[in-house]
């Protein structure tokens, strides 16, 4: 099995940074092609960013600019380095693979709450 493992949520005023973390255990090798989602309050699950294969990366209109997706060298732990947060960016954070690759068992998620 894999497991995935996110974290590095909490509470922060709008305009400011927070780096969360996804760590991929179990069967997997590395993390090649992974995402982050997010989901809101009566909002359905939406993908925020991807990297894909050859490491390119996408991401959705509302973060483009401020979002930043990214893995360690050793392709264990991915990263989203979110600044300039607003409220809207409030959501519980996952990570997992984009649409049309294998998916794994949903993480608990990280909680990111932007709020003044």
């Known amino acids: 099995q894999v497991q995935l493992v996110e974290s590095g949520g909490g509470l922060v005023q709008p305009g400011g940074s927070l780096k969360l973390s996804c760590a991929a255990s179990g069967r997997i090798v590395s993390i090649n092609v992974m995402g982050w989602y997010r989901q809101a309050p009566g909002n359905q699950r939406e993908l925020v960013a991807a990297?894909?294969?050859?490491?390119?990366?996408i991401y959705a209109d509302s973060v483009k600019g401020r979002f930043t997706i990214s893995r360690d060298n050793a392709k264990t732990t991915m990263y989203l380095q979110m600044n300039s947060l607003k409220p809207e960016d409030t959501a519980v954070y996952y990570c997992?693979?984009?649409?049309?690759?294998?998916?794994?068992?949903w993480g608990q998620g990280t909680q990111v709450t932007v709020s003044s």
């Open positions: 997992n693979t984009p649409p049309g690759y294998d998916h794994y068992a």
């Open positions: 990297l894909l294969r050859g490491g390119s990366m």
